[in-house]
């Protein structure tokens, strides 16, 4: 108990602070960014990221006191079951949230260095979708995301939810993806496009950009123009239309990442 006498019950302020990071533009405004959840705070507790503030209930802090060693007390904030119903972006309020500082763009050609893979995504605009990216790209040891600009932003809550701390080893990194490609001219490229060559019969693959587009329009026709290797996941089931976007990239990373 007397580690909580160091830390300050959470404010009227910091409520409405908190509260505002839900939207998107305070986000940006303020650099930062919500983490709910028991696992997903401990795996950022654990990784030593750059937080703001800690907000939990007296018991949480009292049952994890060893994940808090590198944080000063300060940043931690004591708050109530009540407290909670006002911040929480879920339906049945947790015991902690986090708010995390965005990490600063890392440099686009370092993050995209030679003889690695990088996924890139035209539009995908669901979270829950990104946040499978996320965590496939960690699956299979890719460090960087390209996003287009109108791709859902990485911070969103349920994509932070559905990432399960992946997002911490993954860099994503949003600009326009044409004029991206046409800069690297010698790195290759493979997409996922209906109507392309088997993706089976791809074999040993040099490291390239893996392109996945928009969960119901594809690639778009601007990017399609510049890739060098148009590939197609061969349908058994003869009525199914389309593969989710989050399943056929783990399908693409698994086949020709080797």
């Keep these: 108990m007397l580690f909580l006498c160091f830390m300050q019950a959470i ?8 509260r505002s990071l839900s939207q998107i533009k305070f986000r940006k405004a303020h650099q930062a960014y919500i983490v709910e959840g ?27 006191a060893e994940l808090l060693k590198a944080y000063e007390p300060r940043k931690c904030l004591i708050a109530t079951e009540e407290d909670f119903e006002k911040i ?34 035209d539009k995908v605009q669901d979270p829950g979708n990104l946040g499978t990216i996320i965590r496939t790209a960690d699956w299979f040891g890719i460090k960087t995301i390209i996003c287009s600009p109108d791709c859902v932003e990485q911070f969103n809550p349920k994509v932070i939810q559905s990432t399960m701390g992946s997002l ?30 088997s993706l089976n019969a791809a074999q040993k693959c040099a490291p390239g950009f893996i392109i996945m587009g928009n969960e119901s329009k594809g690639i778009s026709e601007e990017v399609k123009a510049l890739v060098q290797h148009h590939l197609t996941i061969d349908r058994i089931g003869p009525d199914a239309e389309s593969l989710n976007v989050a399943v056929a990239t783990g399908i693409f990373c698994h086949t020709l990442i080797q």
């Excluded at 326009?176 to 060559?197: K, W």
Aim: glycine letters at 6%; charged letters at 15%.
């Design 168 to 197: 911490l080893r993954v860099h994503c990194v949003y600009t326009d993806l044409a004029a991206f490609l046409q800069a690297r001219p010698g790195t290759p490229s493979y997409a996922a496009i209906l109507g392309g060559s």
């Design 38 to 64: 028991l696992k997903n705070a401990a795996e950022w507790l654990q990784q030593g990221a750059d937080l703001e503030y800690i907000v939990a209930l007296p018991a949480w802090f009292e049952q994890n």
């Design 11 to 18: 404010s009227k302020n910091q409520i409405k602070y908190i």
């Design 88 to 121: 929480s972006g879920f339906k049945t309020p947790n015991q902690v949230l986090l708010v995390a500082k965005m990490p600063q763009q890392k440099d686009m050609i370092a993050a995209t260095g030679n003889n690695t893979w990088t996924l890139m995504l």
